[in-house]
């Protein structure tokens, strides 16, 4: 880890694999900013790592992605769009740009 901060990064984003004890190292030894995604965690543990210290951004990634107004359902506790997953990667747009966004009763989608 210590080789790490000679290359002078501005971020480090781990994405985590069931070893706790190597995350909690290489959050006292990383001072700068840490990202941390956790496969598999729910909107409801989405702030616990920040919250505790281990982590200084939690990425919402694959939400993101099948989200375009993500904040907006985030805030108003509506329902996500599934990703896609069999659309990662594929080259072209699908799944990365088609995702619905939510409608105002007049039809308008909702920012």
Do not use: C
Not at 54 to 83: K, S
């Amino acid at each position: 880890m210590a080789e790490l901060s000679t290359l002078d990064l501005a971020f480090l984003d781990v994405f985590y694999f069931r070893d706790e004890e190597l995350l909690h190292d290489i959050r006292d030894l990383w001072s700068k900013p840490l990202l941390l995604t956790r496969a598999g965690r729910t909107l409801e543990q989405l702030g616990a790592d920040v919250e505790s210290g281990l982590a200084d951004v939690a990425p919402v990634a694959t939400w993101a992605l099948a989200n375009p107004d993500f904040i907006h359902r985030l805030r108003i506790g509506a329902d996500l769009n599934e990703a896609d997953k069999s659309t990662f990667y594929g080259g072209g747009a699908a799944g990365y740009t088609d995702y619905p966004t939510l409608q105002a009763p007049s039809g308008d989608a909702v920012a």
